[in-house]
Nanobody
């Protein structure tokens, strides 16, 4: 079992920045991949960024160059630094982890970007 707790969401103006955190209840070195998903109102949940066990990162095209996913293996925490935020980035951001083929989700944190 892996418990994930997100924090760091909030209300920000367009062009601003936020850093989301995802604290895991286990060593993240034992986790195959950690991701950030987001879900806008009325839309499907979508993958925003992923960091693999080996540290490789991938991003949704629309956030490339603006968002950075990282991790701290001592704190067992993953981060999503979001710069140059746009109203289209508004949504609930969820942390997701894959471990031994099982999927784990946090409860999410709301990000609202005003024009």
């Amino acid at each position: 079992q892996v418990q994930l707790v997100e924090s760091g969401g909030g209300l920000v103006q367009a062009g601003g920045s936020l850093r989301l955190s995802c604290a895991a209840s286990t060593s993240i070195l034992s986790i195959t991949a950690m991701d950030w998903y987001r879900q806008a109102s009325g839309k499907q949940r979508e993958l925003v960024a992923r960091i693999s066990n080996g540290g490789l990162t991938t991003y949704k095209d629309s956030v490339k160059g603006r968002f950075t996913i990282s991790r701290d293996t001592v704190k067992n925490t993953a981060y999503l630094l979001m710069n140059s935020l746009e109203p289209e980035d508004t949504g609930v951001y969820f942390c997701h982890a894959i471990k031994y083929g099982s999927n784990y989700w946090g409860l999410g944190t709301q990000v609202t970007v005003s024009p």
